[in-house]
């Protein structure tokens, strides 16, 4: 989930896919934006973010993920991996 657009949405996106590749989870991935991340929500398991959006996400049934940085996939698969492995 990014702020406004779908840049930095995109960018996680495409590593969490990495991330879950490695791992050897399947998933469907979305990329959001914080207008659209309540709609979302209601079907995620998980929700990946930064810690400056998590209050936007409101309330939801997701592990809300905080990643520090979207281009670390060591850093999403380590979190996915807590949150949807075995």
């Known amino acids: 989930m990014c702020g406004v657009g779908v840049g930095t949405s995109a960018i996680l996106k495409v590593n969490a896919e990495r991330a879950l590749k490695r791992l050897e989870i399947e998933a469907n991935v979305v990329a959001t934006d914080v ?9 995620a398991q998980v929700i990946l ?4 959006l ?8 997701a592990d809300v993920i905080v990643i520090t940085n979207y281009f670390d996939v060591d850093e999403l698969a380590a979190k996915l991996d807590m949150a949807l492995g075995s």
């Open 49 to 52: 973010t930064s810690s400056e």
């Open 35 to 43: 207008a659209g991340v309540r709609a979302e929500a209601a079907d």
């Open 54 to 61: 998590v209050d936007a996400i409101g309330k939801t049934n």
